[in-house]
């Protein structure tokens, strides 16, 4: 089985800063995208911020220019550095890695985080 365990929400005021981390464990052979995405209350979830495994990178609008995703292929962990965050950024994180492959799986998967809750508030 592979899980994504996620780390670093929290309260944070408005202008401030936040990292976050998730890491991928199980029998993994490679991760093709890992990302971030949230969910606002009454809201649907939305892409943050995305990464490939070659290090290509695209973001939401809304956090370009304040956020920065990057990874570690060797220990399959993305990180998130968040900064300027805006009380609009307050929502549950959810990290994701899509196409997984995993070793005598035929395929490649999809799996998700439980979340971490981030708040931005003054």
């Known amino acids: 089985q592979v899980q994504l365990v996620e780390s670093g929400g929290g309260l944070v005021q408005p202008g401030g800063s936040l990292n976050l981390s998730c890491a991928a464990s199980g029998n993994i052979v490679s991760i093709d995208r890992m990302g971030w995405y949230r969910q606002a209350p009454g809201k649907q979830r939305e892409l943050v911020a995305r990464i490939s495994s070659g290090g290509s990178t695209n973001y939401a609008d809304s956090v370009k220019g304040r956020f920065t995703i990057s990874r570690d292929n060797a220990k399959n962990t993305v990180y998130l550095q968040m900064s300027s965050l805006k009380p609009e950024d307050t929502a549950v994180y959810y990290c994701?890695?899509?196409?997984?492959?995993?070793?005598?799986?035929?395929?490649?998967?999809?799996?998700w985080g439980q979340g971490t809750q981030v708040t931005v508030s003054s």
């Open positions: 994701n890695a899509d196409g997984v492959q995993r070793p005598w799986f035929p395929g490649r998967y999809g799996y």
